[in-house]
């Protein structure tokens, strides 16, 4: 049985963001409100930094992405167009008997947290989840009754137990760990069929039903049916509807990207795993255009085909989706290498066919290892950072549809190469394009076949006489990650502790945030020897001067050298510059030299003022 235990490095995690400044809980002073943080001094620069990483790599580094900043609230139609009012639910059971809402996918997580199935995960048979009832007698009239009252056999030991006899009696016994809590939360089988227990209080949880996420409000002064509005749940929707304007606007040309960092809202059921899964949050999201394979077919004769793993290298004229779909996630794994997460720290998940959306192509979620992601067969996965989906032209042909405005492109070169394109191979990508379509229609759409090909050969009329004339909506790759969730995950993974023993065999163990300068908050701290020497200070903040307009520079002159370097290593500072009597020519040969200090061996060397700027800027950019 995969026994459920606390997570004390998490723990550890949260107290060290609090103590420090990185998070603190929203609205604290009046008890906090559930799924809500706010980023203190540090959290607030580690996030911007990462904002900035984000933004200069699509932004400033390439040629073919642009940047967007639409506001939250958009009209209602588009989230009726994106599907979002109809389909963005989560399955969400109510608890029979404290009312609590438990998102019902999430259960098993939720239930591994508690104390009362991790007191009672003690008392089964590790491999055939076989138990004493002497044992959950026991446990039923103590620990149960304080921590799960009303599960069924807490509430109906006896009962409870007696069928449960029974059923070991004819060789019946919980399949796995998850069974074992069914088997417990049930008074007669017979009668109800298996009980699921609420992981609160052991209650019985209703079967789920859809709850929708996103949160709601009204425009104007008069709150009615006709102006409620939603605060945005994903910020990709706004590069849809813009994209016109943006391609109108810009010299842009298909393939390009539209990227966006923003706050998205999701009215999360049960928010966990401190950030992880929060009602307010940040999004980083690109919407990279590309043409429709069979454009690609009649300009370039075929569509290059890349190995489904590794670098697809610089992106060329005839790659189709699956090219682009790989070279953004691999362009995403750089990313995260670049700021620090090394490739064995993320895990990645391939949804499968019947995962994905009618309209998507392909999903790959990039996850990263957090220290409450579960063990799955035998292997830490983790949870998700990022999502990349190729989404084909779902996004633009609804707000076609619901807007009654144009969203294609006219491109020339395809208009001229189909015109050139032998019929025989236009009949053929025809016929590819109607199978294909008839597939997804029967598959996804539950149609019949009959209905799947006639609304596969309309939409296919319709596209390849617009495709004759040069005209297509572009397809989509979507790279969607979280800022949030990336600042997390970079907290996590900085987190270590030093323990340190002293001549008299005292050990001290401090923390070590080991960010990349590159996203630190802090890139370097300034410490004059001593406060109270007045050549030293002046010295000192002359070096902090220089710094300043490069970077987030802290002066600290408060205590021992060692507390402020132990300060620093807690903040994740990466350098320590201490200006000591050699730099003032003590030492003539020193003079206007500093110490800089690596956080990460306590390694130390001495550079000349006037190298330390480039030297710095060499490793925090
Ligand atoms: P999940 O399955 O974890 O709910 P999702 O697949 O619904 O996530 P997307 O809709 O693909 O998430 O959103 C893109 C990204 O936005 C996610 O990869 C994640 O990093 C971030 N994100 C989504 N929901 C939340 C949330 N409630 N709190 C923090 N970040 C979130």
Known sequence: MAEPKENVLMEKIVSLCKRRGFIFQSSEIYGGINGFWDYGPLGAELKRNLRDAWWHSMMREREDVVGLDASIIMHPMIWKASGHVDTFADPMSTCKHCKKLIRADQWWPLMCEQQWTQSLAALTEPVTNRFNTGDLLKWAKGRGKQ?????????????????????????????????????????????TGFITPCPHCGGELTEPRPFNLMLQTHYGPVATDENIAYLRPETAQAIFVQFKNVFDSSRVKVPFGIGQIG?????????????????????????????????????????????????????????????????????????????????????????QPNELAHYARATVDILYKFPFSKEEDGEVKGDELEGIAARGDFDLSQHEKFSGKPLGVFDEEVRAAWAKLPDARKQAMREEFIEAKTRTGIDKKKLTPADAAEAARKEADAFFEKLAKGQFVPHVIEP??????????????????????????????????????????????????????????????????????????????????????????????????????????EKP?????????????????????????????????
């Open 480 to 585: 969607s990650a979280g800022l949030d969730r990336l600042t997390l995950a970079l907290i996590c993974n900085a987190y270590s502790e030093v323990t340190k023993t002293d001549d008299k065999g005292k050990s001290e163990t401090t923390v070590v945030m080991k960010f990349h300068p590159r996203v630190a908050p802090i890139k370097v701290a300034v410490l004059p020897l001593l406060k109270n020497k007045p050549d030293l200070v002046k010295k000192a903040q002359a070096v902090r001067d220089l710094m300043r307009p490069w970077m987030n520079v802290f002066y600290d002159d408060g205590g021992s050298i060692g507390r402020r370097y132990a300060r620093q290593d807690e903040a994740g500072t990466p350098f320590c510059v201490t200006i000591d009597f050699d730099t003032l020519g």
């Open 263 to 351: 706050k998205a809202f999701r009215n999360e059921i049960t928010p966990r795993n401190f950030t992880f899964r929060s009602r307010e949050f940040e999004q980083m999201e690109l919407e990279f255009f590309i043409r429709p394979d069979e454009a690609v077919e009649a300009l370039h004769g075929s569509v290059a085909t890349v190995p489904s793993q590794g670098h697809p290298g610089e992106p060329q004229p005839n790659w189709g989706w699956q090219a682009w779909h790989q070279y953004w996630v691999e362009e995403r794994v750089r990313f995260y290498e670049n700021i620090g997460l090394p490739r064995a720290t993320l895990g990645f998940h391939i949804q």
């Open 589 to 621: 040969d020193l003079l206007d030299t500093v110490t800089v200090r690596h956080r990460d061996d306590g390694r130390q060397e001495r550079l000349t003022i006037g190298e330390l700027l480039n030297w710095l800027l060499a490793r925090v950019r």
């Open 147 to 191: 921590l799960a009252p009303n599960l069924a056999l807490v509430r109906n030991p006896e009962v409870t137990i007696s069928w449960l006899v029974q059923e070991a009696e004819k060789g019946k016994h919980p399949a796995d760990a998850r069974e074992f809590y069914l088997y417990l939360a049930t008074e007669q089988l017979g009668a």
